[in-house]
């Protein structure tokens, strides 16, 4: 019985509405990363595991961010 009714649905959406959604985030996820102004954010970000609970602040020069 449960086979029967599992045969009669159209399962066929599922895919594609999994992968507009996957797509749909994973363009939010570069737009996001990619937009202008996102440098410093990203160098802090870097920097947080290289420090043990100080305040993170931005390094003085690019030469210190490695």
């Given at each position: 019985m449960l086979q029967d009714?599992?045969?009669d649905m159209d399962l066929s959406v599922y895919p594609v509405v999994a992968?507009?959604?996957f797509?749909?985030?994973f363009l939010l996820v570069?737009?996001?990363v990619m937009?202008?102004?996102q440098d410093?954010?990203?160098k802090r970000a870097a920097n947080m595991p290289l420090?043990?609970?100080m305040d993170l602040e931005e390094p003085q020069n690019s030469a210190?961010?490695?």
């Open positions: 009714v599992l045969r992968m507009v959604i797509l749909g985030v570069v737009l996001r937009r202008p102004g410093r954010a990203m420090h043990d609970g210190e961010v490695r």
